[in-house]
């Protein structure tokens, strides 16, 4: 063939979800990977300044050091999960990738190595700018012409307050290493691989459950993320009740829809998957289908929050009258998780017992299903005891919140559900009453109704602060607030 047309041979990654195997050119002219090469502009930033967070993530390193002296620890970001031939997930690093490090680049491995002197030495590991002179940058499906441009390792020095190397370079480091190792497994499949003769289980369940600790009490830099995730989700609710329809069914879609448009908006995404059960949906406490539609007449049970661009998340809900009045019985079961999540929020204080919020919330429950009969001739304390009130109100009362929407899920029992409240934690107060469709041990008005009032409060030098209260609560405000925003 002739000269122009012969293959040219490109230093990238073969695997299939790289390249497509069925693309329409089938080789690349020298004239043509020539011209590539040429005619580009210097685009390297030299003026970039460091994260907010990076004194917080330094100060969390420290930390972690000082726990584990003389061990070499991993943190993968993660990789791109593959959803179907070249189209991916969405991706999201994993949380204690972005708690150490505040980056959010995938492929990204930060190792913290032991110096002799003491203490360790962080180092980034990350993608560099694709290479243009080897054609990496367009003829890899997921260059930089394809994908957009990543920052230099050189920049992420400079935003990360990090020394940065190229991740291509890790399997060799990896290698290279002596001494005790510590892992945070599942995230990479190749680090994992490369590791895993040098870690066991019991040192990486370890490892994760004090990563997962050390987020119980949040910083100042997360607090006011965490401030601002409810502000934009609060917004969010405006948006969904402004899009109800008063007269005609609005889709469930819709509602999801329209809330997820304000999280892109103001933040990263939504932290999780929103529940948007209108009607009976309501009763299902993890409705994400989001496949019906919310009548007039019905209740909304909107269970939403914003995921900031720095990766901290709300989690609210609101349970709504789509024509913005409440009925007699719906305001009646609406009271009560009401008057319970009073309860919850008034027990959350410093030195208080972290079970002491969801003790109280469940009671009040307990105290109003016994006076609906629910319980026969057993008294409300005697139900709560036997956990009787659970048919109807399932789940526990709240949780951590923070970079997860479940934060500190692997963090040690005796420190969080066993453990007391601190002055920095944040934690949702999440009561419900779900009576559903089918259950004939309820009196028929009940059957169908779901409701569940949910707030992200913040433990205080003296008490908590409710970070959503900018959303009502009490029936009548609720009311109110959707007349007002309907005009």
């Known amino acids: 063939m002739p000269e122009s047309m012969k293959e040219v041979t490109v230093t990238t990654e073969t695997d299939e979800n790289k390249h497509r195997k069925n693309g329409l050119y089938r080789r690349v002219s020298t004239e043509l990977a020539e011209n590539m090469r040429r005619g580009w502009?210097?685009?390297?930033?030299?003026?970039?300044?460091?994260?907010?967070?990076?004194?917080?993530?330094?100060?969390?390193?420290?930390?972690?050091?000082?726990?584990?002296?003389?061990?070499?620890?991993?943190?993968?970001?993660?990789?791109?999960?593959?959803?179907?031939?070249?189209?991916?997930?969405p991706f999201r690093p994993s949380s204690d990738y972005v708690?150490?490090?505040?980056?959010?680049?995938?492929?990204?491995?930060?190792?913290?190595?032991?110096?002799?002197?003491?203490?360790?030495?962080?180092?980034?590991?990350?993608?560099?700018?694709?290479?243009?002179?080897?054609?990496?940058?367009?003829?890899?499906?997921?260059?930089?012409?394809?994908?957009?441009?990543?920052?230099?390792?050189?920049?992420?020095?400079r935003r990360l307050g990090l020394p940065c190397r190229d991740v291509r370079t890790l399997a060799g480091r990896l290698g290279a290493v002596t001494g005790p190792v510590r892992l945070l497994r599942g995230h990479d499949a190749g680090v994992d691989d490369a590791l895993a003769s040098r870690v066991t289980a019991g040192d990486d369940a370890g490892f994760r459950e004090f990563l997962s600790g050390m987020r119980l009490v949040k910083d100042a830099f997360e607090i006011a993320d965490l401030r601002f995730a409810c502000e934009a989700t609060a917004s969010g609710f405006e948006d969904v009740v402004r899009a109800l329809g008063t007269t005609t069914p609005t889709p469930e879609r819709l509602i999801e829809g329209t809330f997820r448009t304000r999280a892109r908006v103001e933040g990263n995404d939504v932290g999780y998957a929103s529940v948007c059960a209108a009607g009976s949906?309501?009763?299902?406490?993890?409705?994400?289908?989001?496949?019906?539609?919310?009548?007039?007449?019905?209740?909304?049970?909107?269970?939403?929050?914003?995921?900031?661009?720095?990766?901290?998340?709300?989690?609210?809900?609101r349970t709504l009258p789509v024509n913005g009045r409440f009925t007699p019985v719906q305001r009646e079961v609406y009271e009560a998780v009401y008057a319970a999540q009073e309860a919850g929020i008034a027990a959350v204080g410093p030195g208080a017992a972290y079970r002491d919020f969801h003790e109280a919330a469940q009671r009040v429950l307990a105290e109003h299903l016994a006076s609906w009969g629910l319980f026969g001739e057993r008294s409300a304390q005697e139900a709560y005891e036997l956990g009787l009130q659970r048919?109807?109100?399932?789940?526990?009362?709240?949780?951590?919140?923070?970079?997860?929407?479940?934060?500190?899920?692997?963090?040690?029992?005796?420190?969080?559900?066993?453990?007391?409240?601190?002055?920095?934690?944040?934690?949702?107060?999440?009561?419900?009453?779900?009576?559903?469709?089918d259950d004939l041990t309820v009196p028929e008005r009940y059957r169908g109704i779901g409701v569940r009032i949910e707030d992200d409060i913040l433990v205080t030098e003296d008490g908590n602060e409710n970070l959503s209260a900018c959303l009502p609560r009490q029936a009548e405000e609720v009311e109110a607030w959707m007349a007002r925003l309907r005009g």
């Open 41 to 89: 502009a210097d685009t390297e930033r030299r003026d970039v300044e460091p994260i907010a967070q990076a004194v917080h993530t330094a100060r969390r390193r420290a930390a972690l050091s000082a726990r584990f002296p003389g061990e070499t620890l991993v943190v993968p970001a993660g990789r791109p999960k593959v959803r179907a031939n070249d189209t991916a997930y």
């Open 99 to 157: 708690y150490l490090s505040g980056d959010q680049s995938r492929d990204a491995v930060l190792v913290m190595e032991p110096e002799r002197s003491g203490g360790h030495r962080a180092i980034a590991y990350l993608l560099p700018r694709s290479d243009r002179g080897n054609g990496e940058f367009w003829l890899d499906y997921h260059g930089e012409l394809w994908d957009g441009r990543r920052d230099s390792l050189a920049e992420n020095e």
């Open 281 to 317: 949906h309501a009763t299902i406490l993890h409705w994400v289908r989001n496949d019906g539609a919310a009548y007039p007449g019905d209740l909304l049970l909107l269970d939403a929050g914003v995921e900031t661009r720095d990766l901290y998340t709300a989690d609210v809900t």
């Open 391 to 437: 048919r109807w109100t399932l789940a526990g009362t709240g949780h951590m919140l923070g970079l997860d929407v479940h934060d500190c899920a692997k963090a040690r029992t005796e420190t969080y559900v066993d453990g007391t409240l601190q002055p920095g934690m944040v934690l949702t107060v999440e009561p419900g009453i779900y009576f559903q469709p």
